[in-house]
C-alpha cells in the first residue's frame, strides 16, 4: 500500500490525448485502467 504523501508525476503528450479520448467517450473500465497504469504503477515506480 502507498503511504499517503505529495509528488508530481509528468503525463506525456500520449497520455494527454487517451485521458482527453476516455473522457469523451466516458468509458468507466478504459478511465479505471488509465488511472491504475499512467497514475498507480507511476507512483509505486517511484517509491522503490
Known amino acids: 500500500m502507498l ?11 500520449a497520455d494527454v490525448t ?12 478504459e478511465a479505471f485502467a488509465f488511472l491504475k497504469r499512467s497514475v498507480y504503477d507511476r507512483m509505486a515506480r517511484k517509491r522503490e
Not at 3 to 13: G, Q, R, V
Not at 18 to 29: H, V, Y
Open 18 to 29: 487517451e485521458l482527453e479520448q476516455i473522457l469523451n467517450s466516458a468509458d468507466g473500465k
Open 3 to 13: 503511504e499517503i504523501k505529495k509528488t508530481t508525476l509528468a503525463f506525456d503528450a
